[in-house]
Protein backbone atom coordinates (compact mmCIF):
# COMPACT_ATOMS: atom_id res chain seq x y z
CA UNK A 1 0.00 0.00 0.00
CA UNK A 2 1.32 3.65 -0.90
CA UNK A 3 1.88 5.48 2.18
CA UNK A 4 3.37 9.14 3.41
CA UNK A 5 6.72 10.08 5.49
CA UNK A 6 5.78 12.85 8.17
CA UNK A 7 8.61 14.45 9.62
CA UNK A 8 6.94 16.62 12.38
CA UNK A 9 9.75 18.54 14.34
CA UNK A 10 12.70 18.37 11.61
CA UNK A 11 13.44 21.67 9.87
CA UNK A 12 15.25 20.81 6.48
CA UNK A 13 16.60 18.39 4.55
CA UNK A 14 15.80 15.28 2.42
CA UNK A 15 14.88 11.85 2.71
CA UNK A 16 15.56 8.33 1.07
CA UNK A 17 13.85 5.07 1.29
CA UNK A 18 16.40 2.13 0.85
CA UNK A 19 18.39 4.35 -1.32
CA UNK A 20 15.94 6.21 -3.00
CA UNK A 21 15.16 9.57 -2.61
CA UNK A 22 11.58 10.53 -1.42
CA UNK A 23 12.52 14.36 -1.65
CA UNK A 24 12.82 17.23 0.45
CA UNK A 25 11.47 18.52 3.14
CA UNK A 26 11.30 22.38 4.87
CA UNK A 27 8.08 22.44 6.37
CA UNK A 28 8.74 26.21 7.06
CA UNK A 29 8.38 26.79 3.36
CA UNK A 30 5.66 24.47 3.26
CA UNK A 31 2.67 23.71 2.60
CA UNK A 32 3.96 19.83 1.78
CA UNK A 33 3.65 18.07 5.28
CA UNK A 34 4.11 14.58 3.78
CA UNK A 35 6.36 12.72 1.47
CA UNK A 36 4.83 10.36 -0.74
CA UNK A 37 6.15 6.99 -0.65
CA UNK A 38 4.97 4.15 -3.09
CA UNK A 39 4.43 1.29 -1.85
CA UNK A 40 7.32 -0.77 -3.88
CA UNK A 41 9.76 0.74 -2.42
CA UNK A 42 9.71 -1.29 0.91
CA UNK A 43 11.02 -4.42 0.98
CA UNK A 44 9.32 -7.18 1.94
CA UNK A 45 9.27 -8.83 5.43
CA UNK A 46 11.42 -10.70 6.36
CA UNK A 47 14.06 -8.12 4.98
CA UNK A 48 15.11 -4.62 6.98
CA UNK A 49 13.80 -1.44 4.84
CA UNK A 50 16.84 1.32 5.09
CA UNK A 51 15.09 5.12 5.86
CA UNK A 52 18.01 8.04 6.04
CA UNK A 53 16.52 11.61 6.78
CA UNK A 54 19.47 13.69 6.00
CA UNK A 55 19.20 16.97 8.00
CA UNK A 56 20.69 20.48 7.10
CA UNK A 57 19.81 22.86 9.80
CA UNK A 58 21.16 20.57 12.99
CA UNK A 59 19.32 17.44 14.61
CA UNK A 60 15.93 18.28 16.27
CA UNK A 61 15.30 17.22 20.07
CA UNK A 62 11.90 16.77 19.82
CA UNK A 63 11.14 15.44 16.00
CA UNK A 64 9.47 12.23 15.18
CA UNK A 65 8.91 9.99 11.87
CA UNK A 66 6.43 7.87 10.96
CA UNK A 67 4.26 6.75 7.97
CA UNK A 68 0.77 7.78 7.40
CA UNK A 69 -2.33 6.70 4.89
CA UNK A 70 -3.41 10.66 4.14
CA UNK A 71 -1.24 12.88 2.70
CA UNK A 72 -0.75 16.59 3.92
CA UNK A 73 -0.55 19.34 1.82
CA UNK A 74 -2.63 22.22 3.27
CA UNK A 75 0.67 23.47 5.74
CA UNK A 76 1.85 26.67 6.73
CA UNK A 77 3.57 28.73 4.42
CA UNK A 78 5.76 32.08 5.77
CA UNK A 79 3.55 32.79 2.61
CA UNK A 80 -0.10 32.79 4.33
CA UNK A 81 1.02 34.16 7.81
CA UNK A 82 1.53 37.88 9.24
CA UNK A 83 4.36 39.43 9.34
CA UNK A 84 4.80 39.00 13.11
CA UNK A 85 4.22 34.62 12.89
CA UNK A 86 6.57 34.52 9.76
CA UNK A 87 9.36 36.26 12.22
CA UNK A 88 8.56 33.58 15.10
CA UNK A 89 8.92 30.62 12.57
CA UNK A 90 11.78 31.65 10.49
CA UNK A 91 13.67 31.93 13.80
CA UNK A 92 12.41 28.33 15.01
CA UNK A 93 13.17 27.18 11.87
CA UNK A 94 15.81 27.89 8.96
CA UNK A 95 17.92 30.92 8.99
CA UNK A 96 18.07 31.88 4.77
CA UNK A 97 15.77 33.82 3.42
CA UNK A 98 12.59 32.33 2.07
CA UNK A 99 12.15 35.36 -0.70
Not at 14 to 35: D, E, K, M, S
Not at 69 to 82: A, C, D, E, I, R
Amino acid sequence: MDTFLRLDGWRKGLAFLNGFNLGRYWPVAGPQVTLYTPAHLFKPYPESNNLIVFELEGFPSESTVQFVKTHVLNGTTPYNLSKTSRKKMLNKGSKQSLY
